[in-house]
């Protein structure tokens, strides 16, 4: 079984920046891309950013783009999502997501991934 734990979501101010990290639990780590997506109140869960296995393809949300940056550290099984200048609107409760089989292609949908963790808050005030 896979356990993925988000950290690092706090309060900030806008225009501030924040690191989210997500661990993630068994020997296969490297077997699995690797995404965030976060959900606001009031709204469905979206995209946020992915990460091929090896870590040699990303994919933005362009909502995101230029902003944040995911990373993987296969090493130490850990995802990360360095997020800056950060927006009200970037508010909302974001989780890590991994996955098997996953194309290229369908790296923006959530029903791609396997095991979710349970996410961690960020709050931007304005």
């Known amino acids: 079984q896979v356990q993925l734990v988000e950290s690092g979501g706090q309060l900030v101010q806008a225009g501030g920046s924040l690191r989210l990290t997500c661990a993630v639990s068994?020997?296969?780590?490297?077997?699995?891309?690797l995404g965030w997506f976060r959900q606001a109140p009031g709204k469905e869960r979206e995209f946020v950013a992915a990460?091929?296995?090896?870590?040699?393809?990303?994919v933005y949300a362009d909502s995101v783009k230029g902003r944040f940056t995911i990373n993987r550290d296969n090493a130490k099984n850990t995802v990360s999502l360095q997020m800056n200048s950060l927006k009200a609107e970037d508010t909302a409760v974001y989780y890590c997501?991994?996955?098997?089989?996953?194309?290229?292609?369908?790296?923006?949908?959530?029903?791609?991934?396997?095991?979710w963790g349970q996410g961690t808050q960020v709050t931007v005030s304005s």
């Open positions: 997501a991994a996955g098997n089989f996953v194309r290229y292609s369908d790296y923006s949908y959530d029903y791609s991934y396997d095991y």
């Open positions: 990460i091929s296995k090896s870590g040699g393809n990303t």
């Open positions: 068994g020997r296969t780590f490297s077997k699995y891309a």
